[in-house]
């Protein structure tokens, strides 16, 4: 039966740059080859606070600052950071939300982590994207935060509360191309002419 030093593995843990990990990223780090020892190790880890539980088979490493943002991103892939809580990032809506929305191709879902709501609204894969990556996160552009949110609105799934948005940084010319380019439909042009 292999025997690991606990000591070892959390030094190799703790000096690797990865701060989020899955069960098999974890387990190429530590190079454990029974999966058995490799779940004994991993709750000892979670004994002892190395390692927080986000949820099954996903974990990140206790003490590295990780903020909540790039934690949604991780825990409900592929997502980017979008809708209300982008534009409040972007300075388009000066309310800050209670939830933490995303934008996904997979079905859309809401997961609870650290008294924090994480909600992932579903899109059409030919409208995902145009997302930039920031201190690690995956968030959307202002222009296609908006878009995102008015094709929501579109389809009845948010409510019409756009009158709440601060439309100045907003760049409307490169909305609309953005627009332009997903070919949006008479829907979202419609909203989206009556606020820019």
Not at 46 to 63: C, F, H, P, R, T
Request: net charge positive; aromatic share 14%; proline share 2%.
């Amino acid at each position: 039966m292999e025997s690991y030093n606990l000591g070892v593995l959390t030094k190799r843990l703790l000096e690797s740059e990865l701060d989020l990990l899955t069960s098999k990223t974890l387990n190429k780090l530590l190079e454990i080859k029974n999966e058995r020892t490799f779940y004994r190790i991993v709750n000892d880890f979670v004994k002892n606070n190395i390692l927080i539980s986000i949820e099954k088979d996903k974990y990140y490493v206790a003490g590295k600052n990780v903020n909540s943002f790039k934690i949604a991103n991780f825990l409900y892939q592929p997502s980017y950071v979008s809708l209300e809580t982008a534009l409040n990032y972007w300075g388009i809506l000066s309310q800050f939300p209670f939830e933490i929305s995303s934008i996904t191709i997979k079905k859309s879902v809401s997961k609870k982590f650290d008294q924090k709501t994480y909600v992932y609204s579903h899109i059409s894969s030919k409208y995902f994207g145009m997302f930039t990556k920031k201190e690690g996160m995956l968030i959307a552009l202002p222009e296609k935060a908006l878009f995102d949110q008015i094709y929501l609105v579109s389809k009845g799934i948010k409510p019409d509360n756009l009158d709440e948005y601060d439309f100045k940084n907003v760049n409307r010319k490169r909305f609309f191309e953005v627009c332009k380019q997903l070919k949006a439909d008479g829907n979202i042009m419609n909203l989206a002419k009556k606020i820019c």
